[in-house]
């Protein structure tokens, strides 16, 4: 990709962790700072691509299970990311055609490939906000929120591979709870969060990587996620790893055999706010 982007906004000097994620996906949408910054993690966690991978198909299942099982249409997505096909709307609307939803993220290259993220069907909506997670507020506040949900119905908040970049410093609990606290009875929350409980070493060379390129970062525990979900009826089968939530939901994204906890290192779950 070209460096005129610095021009728009978007730096180009460090690796940006979206980037990085698009890298891992096989997408297109990175710098070579993201390429060789993403290649030094894989030589010390070589599950990297796997992690990512069923970081993706969590995301498509948990979508699914919400809209087939809990009626949710209305979502709200932080942390968007680099859009990968199928993106979220996309996996929503296909279950429910009328299903809206909001995108957002703090990285400018995602508004740049934001028409991706578009293309609704006829019945639903989507729309992209540029905001932080680290500003709850603002993210709330913004008109085009507004105009595509209403926070008087269930919104399922979907927050997949981004609170690990949530330091306890900057309150990540506290910011998980504001955006619930936004939201009515019936709505859900849907989170994947990196860990190092199988491989406590491994996971440490990968947080000094991130430091070392300028995106501090915080692994966490199966407790310390679990409480992410505080307050809310945790769905089946609780806190667990990525490939072992609803492995056998319908259309597809079945796991391989020989992946492994320590591979996927990635803890997700899925609570609804009664």
């Not at 890298?23 to 691509?49: C, M, N, R, S, W």
């Not at 591979?161 to 504001?178: E, K, S």
């Not at 606290?181 to 994947?192: E, H, I, Q, R």
């Not at 490939?243 to 939901?249: I, K, T």
């Amino acid at each position: 990709m070209s460096s005129t982007h610095a021009a728009r906004g978007i730096d180009t000097s460090r690796p940006h962790s979206a980037r990085m994620y698009d890298y891992y996906l096989g997408g297109k949408d990175h710098f070579d700072i993201d390429k060789q910054a993403a290649e030094t993690v894989a030589a010390a966690y070589p599950g990297i691509f796997v992690c990512a991978r069923e970081n993706r198909a969590f995301m498509h299942r948990a979508t699914r299970v919400l809209a087939r099982e809990h009626g949710i249409r209305q979502w709200l997505d932080i942390g968007t990311g680099i859009p990968t096909e199928p993106n979220l709307h996309q996996v929503a609307q296909n279950v429910v055609p009328e299903a809206r939803v909001v995108y957002a993220d703090n990285d400018p290259l995602v508004l740049k490939y934001a028409e991706r993220l578009m293309r609704s069907t006829p019945e639903g909506r989507t729309t992209y906000i540029e905001a932080d997670v680290n500003n709850p507020e603002a993210l709330l506040d913004a008109p085009e929120l507004a105009e595509v949900l209403d926070l008087n119905r269930p919104v399922a908040l979907s927050m997949n591979a981004l609170m690990h970049f949530v330091t306890d410093a900057q309150d990540p609990y506290g910011i998980v709870g504001r955006l619930l606290d936004a939201l009515p009875s019936g709505s859900a929350l849907a989170l994947s969060h990196c860990t190092p409980d199988f491989d406590p070493a491994t996971w440490q060379k990968v947080t000094d990587i991130y430091t070392a390129a300028g995106t501090p970062v915080r692994f966490r525990s199966q407790k310390d996620v679990a409480r992410f979900f505080d307050g809310l009826d945790v769905l089946d089968p609780g806190i667990t790893v990525g490939h072992r939530w609803r492995p056998d939901a319908p259309n597809g994204d079945q796991p391989a055999e020989a992946l492994t906890d320590a591979t996927v290192s990635l803890w997700t779950g899925v609570g609804i706010k009664p």
